[in-house]
Structures are given as structure tokens and as C-alpha cells.
């Protein structure tokens, strides 16, 4: 089974302040995605990243995929209290049939 | 309307009853999954179908079982409910990806479930 570790689990912070989550595994994913949950409601997707060390920016958010393509990181720039949430990475193998893995999440609390 | 929807949103039963939830979606996508989130442990698998005709279990599908009546129509079912299935639940839908593609899935708003 392959696993996803993210941390922190939790994070509580004041607006205005940066902060990085990680996502790691010991496995290979082909591709590695992030959703943010926002409470009572279903996760959404963010992004999508397929190569090793590929980064994409979403406005404040920066997303980094390993060379090795086994873990990856979510970078928050002078965070908002909008950006509050639980936010989940999940890998795929998907070569047609794989499903996504989901890591343990983040939840994240931006302070006003 | 929402893209994916799950009936009931809330819902509190007692240990051996048997209750059922109910995903609709208006995707047309052929992949469908249920899922409970529990925390600490993020999002596992429970079934997933990728076809009217296809079921497949997932990483904790013990307790639980499904029925794809329809493309758009996902149930799970508890046969006899117990206390430690107390979760949220989460349906999700997917297309099918293209050679080399990345799935995308597209989730409900949940259903929490108490069982007491």
C-alpha cells in the first residue's frame, strides 16, 4: 500500500505570514494533485503536477513536485484568511486504471 | 445545481441498522467512488465502479457494500451499522483519463454519519 504522510497535520497561523506543507511518501507517483477542503464541503482540486521537479504557482500558492517524484510541497504566500482549510495531496500511478492515494491532510487556520 | 450530490447530508442511525446513501451526478463522468474521511487519516477508499457494470472494492470495504444503478447513480450501503463507522462520507466522480492523463475527481458535499 502505498502511503502519503503530510505535515503538519495541524497549522495555525497570523495573516499575512508564509508557510510551506509537505507532502511524502516512499513510493513513486506518476502524478501528484492537491485539494483544499473548506468545512462541509467535498475537496476541490488545485493542481496537478507530473514531472519530477516540476513547480506551478496558483496566484499565492506554490506547488512543488520532488525530483524523485515521491513527495511534494505546497508554499503559501503571505496567507489570507481565505486560504483556511484542509488541504489533502493524493498520488496516482494512473496508467488507465490506478486510483488517486489521498495523504493524511493538512489543516490549515489563517488568523485575522 | 451541484454538480455531485449526496442524500442525506446528515444522518444518525443505531448499531445494527441498515442504512443506505445515495450519490447523484449530472457529469456524465463513468467513474464513481465512495469514500469516508476520518480524522487524522485523510480520504480512503471504500468502492469504486468505473462502469455501470463494475464494482471494485477498495482499501476498507468490509461493512460496507455498493450498487451502480445507473451511470449518474452511486449507493453505499451499511448493512448493519456500527459505532466505529461513524465518518464522514464522501462521493466522488471522475472521467475516464486519456493515455497518460491524470485523474481528476470531482466530489460531493458529504454525508456525516453517526451511528450510535
Known amino acids: 500500500t502505498q502511503l502519503l504522510e503530510q505535515s503538519p497535520q495541524f497549522l495555525s497561523i497570523q495573516e499575512g505570514e508564509n508557510l510551506t506543507v509537505y507532502c511524502n511518501s516512499s513510493s513513486v507517483f506518476s502524478s501528484l494533485q492537491w485539494y483544499r477542503q473548506e468545512p462541509g464541503e467535498g475537496p476541490v482540486l488545485l493542481v496537478t503536477?507530473?514531472?519530477?521537479?516540476e513547480v506551478k504557482k496558483l496566484k499565492r500558492l506554490t506547488f512543488q513536485f520532488g525530483d524523485a517524484r515521491k513527495d511534494s510541497s505546497l508554499h503559501i504566500t503571505a496567507a489570507q484568511p481565505g486560504d483556511t482549510g484542509l488541504y489533502l495531496c493524493?498520488?496516482?500511478?494512473?496508467?488507465?486504471?490506478?486510483?488517486?492515494?489521498f495523504g493524511t491532510g493538512t489543516r490549515l487556520t489563517i488568523i485575522p | 445545481d451541484a454538480d455531485v450530490t449526496q442524500t442525506p447530508r446528515n444522518r444518525i442511525t443505531k448499531t445494527g441498522k441498515r442504512i443506505m446513501l445515495e450519490c447523484s451526478q449530472t457529469k456524465g463522468h463513468d467513474r464513481m467512488y465512495w469514500y469516508r474521511q476520518d480524522p487524522g487519516l485523510g480520504l480512503r477508499l471504500i468502492y469504486y465502479?468505473?462502469?455501470?457494470?463494475?464494482?471494485n472494492k477498495g482499501e476498507i470495504s468490509d461493512g460496507y457494500s455498493v450498487s451502480r444503478q445507473a451511470q449518474a447513480k452511486f449507493s453505499l450501503s451499511l448493512e448493519s451499522a456500527i459505532p466505529n463507522q461513524t465518518a464522514l462520507y464522501f462521493c466522488?466522480?471522475?472521467?475516464?483519463?486519456?493515455?497518460?492523463?491524470?485523474?481528476?475527481?470531482?466530489f460531493g458535499p458529504g454525508t456525516r454519519l453517526l451511528v450510535l
Open positions: 503536477v507530473v514531472t519530477g521537479g
Open positions: 493524493a498520488g496516482s500511478n494512473n496508467f488507465g486504471n490506478e486510483k488517486l492515494t
Open positions: 466522488a466522480t471522475s472521467p475516464a483519463p486519456g493515455v497518460g492523463g491524470v485523474e481528476t475527481q470531482y
Open positions: 465502479s468505473f462502469d455501470v457494470k463494475d464494482i
